[in-house]
């Protein structure tokens, strides 16, 4: 239902959290294009789920995190929609053990939907860049 994803494989955890944004977990990632056709009689909607899987934290690694969706309205039969996924530095970043949300080096993939229809395999190198700090409990 989509053509796979032709994007940036390399990046570095210091130049995802560099920004002048207030919150680093709202820095912009990317923003991955959907192609949906109907292949159907019926008009339909298409719901494009994106999600983050991979090897990169603390153990144990999530099988898949949903980062990201968006729905296609109306495709008549026989046509072609398109839409965008955005996804923020936040989106790909996971807890380390005291709560803060880090973004980790590692290998990482973007996978269309539960049944993979697209895959983008990416590396983020580089030390852990913390974006944002939990507070501490008060005593």
Known sequence: ???PLALN???STSTLASGSAAYKDLLPFGNFPVHASNLGSMKSDF????FLKGEYGPKPYPRKTLVGFTRL???APGENATATVEISVGSIARSD???NLVLWPGNYSLVLDIDEKSKWDF?????PATL???PARAK
């Open 1 to 3: 239902m989509s053509t």
């Open 9 to 11: 494989p390399n990046y």
């Open 47 to 50: 719901v494009a789920l994106l």
């Open 73 to 75: 309205h109306g495709i």
């Open 97 to 99: 053990e005291k709560g």
């Open 123 to 127: 590396v983020i190198s580089g030390e």
């Open 132 to 134: 944002d700090i939990m």
